[in-house]
T-cell receptor, first 113, second 114 residues
Framework: NAGVTQTPKFQVLKTGQSMTLQCAQD?????MSWYRQDPGMGLRLIHY???????DQGEVPNGYNVSRSTTEDFPLRLLSAAPSQTSVYFC????????????FGPGTRLTVT | DQQVKQNSPSLSVQEGRISILNCDYT??????FLWYKKYPAEGPTFLIS?????DKNEDGRFTVFLNKSAKHLSLHIVPSQPGDSAVYFC?????????????FGKGTRLSVIA
């Protein structure tokens, strides 16, 4: 049982490049989410999904796209990277929403130059 | 506007003493709260939670207290150990019903000095 896995661990992009951050979970959790962590800002919600085919925006969705075609996977896409997207990105999953314990992946550290 | 606030960015405590981490919230409809712990280069991990029907929940060295009238909760760690040095996040469900994600505070960095 690997839990929540994220790839890559580190990534450097140039402004304007696109990329996809991968997230997968093997716990059959319905709920998955993406957060970014910036110094002094805590964890801010980007997008979340309550099940396959259903996604919604969080607090800071601009510049990011998501899709949920399977229960296991929840990729985060940056279509045109900007320096403001330099951050550490965490994916999380839980069996239900509304306060259930969330399980976090190890994070992806992204630098946009 | 932040709905969950952790106003102390850092806290330093001697080993063996009590650590008290504070969290305030603005939404009186919040009915469940969680604390997460995060080590450097790792994802956050769940530590302890409390429902609004309780005013205290204890798990080993960790106790969370909830004061609903003051919209305040605190995490007590007794005794503090060097391995407790981490960033602690307070969190609450964004809405009171239905499918809702968590909203997190900005975190408090705890340093336990041996």
């Amino acid at each position: 049982n690997a839990g929540v896995t994220q790839t890559p661990k580190f990534q450097v992009l140039k402004t304007g490049q696109s990329m996809t951050l991968q997230c997968a979970q093997d716990m059959n959790h319905e709920y998955m989410s993406w957060y970014r962590q910036d110094p002094g800002m805590g964890l801010r919600l980007i997008h979340y999904s309550v099940g396959a085919g259903i996604t919604d925006q969080g607090e800071v969705p601009n510049g990011y796209n998501v899709s949920r075609s399977t229960t296991e996977d929840f990729p985060l896409r940056l279509l045109s990277a900007a320096p403001s997207q330099t951050s550490v990105y965490f994916c999380a999953s839980s069996a239900r929403m509304g306060g259930a314990e969330q399980y976090f992946g190890p994070g992806t550290r992204l630098t946009v130059t | 506007d932040q709905q969950v606030k952790q106003n102390s960015p850092s806290l330093s405590v001697q080993e063996g003493r009590i650590s008290i981490l504070n969290c305030d919230y603005t939404n009186s409809m919040f009915d469940y709260f969680l604390w997460y712990k995060k080590y450097p280069a790792e994802g956050p991990t769940f530590l302890i939670s409390i429902s609004s029907i309780k005013d205290k929940n204890e798990d080993g060295r960790f106790t969370v207290f909830l004061n609903k009238s003051a919209k305040h909760l605190s995490l007590h760690i007794v005794p503090s150990q060097p391995g407790d040095s981490a960033v602690y996040f307070c969190a609450a469900p964004l809405r009171n019903s239905g499918n809702t994600p968590l909203v997190f505070g900005k975190g408090t960095r705890l340093s336990v000095i041996a």
